[in-house]
């Protein structure tokens, strides 16, 4: 078990619901919370693997972390998630919006089900899970929500198109609600990842070394060159960050997109 005392138990006391939290960034986030003494709602398809990150979390950080199935897709299974999540730990302080990005691709290769499923999973799945917990901190008088999105929103990606446009509608979403919200001492900001090291973005790196007809080493050699700190982030790192826009030390921080990318970003706004 991790010693707490120098994360200053930052979440005391508070519950953070995480979705998509089995692996990569939704865990990064998930166990920064953990280790400065929050209480974390997984949610993952799968309940060998969100239970396996759960019992990870209680093990390395003393934290409670409880694990739940919840498919980003499906309504009712994020509505029974946050009901679940709520009525085992009686409050939700925090929520990470989160689920796996739309397949690769350009134009010509998407049907209308792809736009469909795309839009069911990165647009949709933001606004049921906000919508879902937003009573509940209403109720209590404060909150902070955070979506995880894309660079994507700054630099459209050419291989991401299904992620490039409606990862951008998760960002106009959160900037609407955020002057709404703020009056009721609920804040809600975007978490931009750049290269970060996790299985989507070796995915995403093989699709683009096979289609170039490179091998996998020299196409990843290129992409930390174009990265001013020169490496991939980690999900630790990521994590961090996520967990500073949650917190209250981010009290006055509404509406806003942090870019966590080793400076990649090129872009002013």
Do not use: C
């Not at 894309?150 to 609600?177: M, Q, T």
């Not at 990843?220 to 001013?228: D, G, L, V």
């Amino acid at each position: 078990m991790e010693d707490r005392t120098l994360e200053n138990a930052a979440f005391e006391g508070k519950v953070v619901l995480v979705a998509a939290s089995s692996v990569g960034l939704g865990f990064g986030i998930a166990q920064a919370v953990a280790r400065k003494g929050g209480k974390v709602a997984l949610a993952s398809r799968t309940r060998e693997t969100i239970d396996e990150a759960a019992v990870a979390l209680r093990d390395s950080t003393g934290s409670e972390a409880q694990g739940y199935v919840m498919d980003a897709t499906s309504p009712d299974s994020i509505a029974k998630w946050i009901e679940d999540a709520h009525t085992h730990f009686g409050r939700i302080d925090g929520l990470v919006v989160n689920a796996g990005g739309p397949p690769a691709g350009k134009f010509d290769k998407f049907s209308d089900e792809d736009w469909q499923n795309g839009f069911e999973l990165t647009l949709m799945s933001a606004v049921r899970m906000i919508r879902g917990v937003l009573p509940i901190m209403r109720a209590q008088g404060s909150g902070s929500i955070v979506t995880i999105t894309s660079s994507s929103i700054k630099e459209p990606i050419d291989i991401l198109l299904l992620s490039n446009v409606f990862r951008s509608g998760v960002v106009s979403l959160v900037k609407s609600l955020s002057s709404d919200l703020a009056a009721e001492e609920i804040r809600i900001n975007n978490l931009v990842p750049g290269q970060i090291d996790t299985d989507r973005v070796r995915s995403n790196d093989i699709f683009k070394s096979d289609q170039l007809g490179v091998p996998l080493e020299d196409w990843q050699e290129k992409r930390k060159a174009m990265i001013p700190m020169g490496r991939y982030g980690t999900i630790e790192e990521f994590g961090e960050a996520g967990a500073f826009l949650l917190s209250d030390a981010a009290r006055y921080v509404t509406g806003a997109t942090l870019m966590v990318d080793g400076g990649k970003s090129k872009t002013v706004w």
